[in-house]
T-cell receptor, first 109, second 112 residues
Framework: GQNIDQPTEMTATEGAIVQINCTYQ??????LFWYQQHAGEAPTFLSY??LDGLEEKGRFSSFLSRSKGYSYLLLKELQMKDSASYLC??????????WGAGTKLIIKP | DTAVSQTPKYLVTQMGNDKSIKCEQN?????MYWYKQDSKKFLKIMFS???????INETVPNRFSPKSPDKAHLNLHINSLELGDSAVYFC???????????FGPGTRLTVL
């Protein structure tokens, strides 16, 4: 079966660093995506990991461990505009995305 | 602008009515999707079209029917709307050589 777990909500302070974890169990695996979704808006692509390791893209980094079924999204130098939901999604053997419920990140001044 | 667009952005209607949501992408992508996002924020795949062929059809009631007149359009028609159909519906597309999906702005459907 397919199962993706991520925390429902996290709070962090402007300028700080936050790590959002995602664990998954899937019947097939072709990579993991992170998307950002601001309230009332569409999800937008952040990162895609298919091999183990860390991918860095500006203030955002994403890590994958396939053996552990684990990923995290690391956000540095947090800004108020980073307040959003962060969605973890795995791509199964049919290249279909299976989505987690998202982590709502609240940034406080 | 190159993008995925949807109309309408908001749709309020009575139970039992039939409605359509339109989606267009001018990105030249080969595959298009319809998702439903409920109040708990789960995104659930409903349909996928690749070169006008339905390639995914999850356990969606047959009241929902996708229609693709050409590669750039994938419309969603819903018959006999029910209260439980209230949600945000997102259209998305992706290119052939990339698995990244690009989403439209969403259509918030409210069934009264």
């Amino acid at each position: 079966g397919q199962n993706i777990d991520q925390p429902t909500e996290m709070t962090a302070t402007e300028g700080a660093i936050v790590q959002i974890n995602c664990t998954y169990q899937t019947s097939g695996f072709n990579g993991l995506f992170w998307y950002q979704q601001h309230a009332g808006e569409a999800p937008t692509f952040l990162s895609y990991n298919v091999l183990d390791g860390l991918e860095e893209k500006g203030r955002f980094s994403s890590f994958l461990s396939r053996s552990k079924g684990y990923s995290y999204l690391l956000l540095k130098e947090l800004q108020m505009k980073d307040s959003a939901s962060y969605l973890c999604a795995t791509m199964d053997s049919n290249y279909q995305l299976i989505w987690g419920a998202g982590t709502k990140l609240i940034i406080k001044p | 602008d190159t993008a995925v667009s949807q109309t309408p952005k908001y749709l309020v209607t009575q139970m039992g009515n039939d409605k359509s949501i339109k989606c267009e992408q001018n990105l030249g992508h080969d595959t298009m999707y319809w998702y439903k996002q409920d109040s708990k924020k789960f995104l659930k795949i409903m349909f996928s079209y690749n070169n006008k062929e339905l390639i995914i059809n999850e356990t969606v009631p047959n009241r929902f029917s996708p229609k693709s007149p050409d590669k750039a359009h994938l419309n969603l028609h819903i018959n006999s709307l029910e209260l439980g159909d209230s949600a945000v519906y997102f259209c998305a597309s992706r290119p052939k050589a990339d698995y990244t999906q690009y989403f439209g702005p969403g259509t918030r459907l409210t069934v009264l």
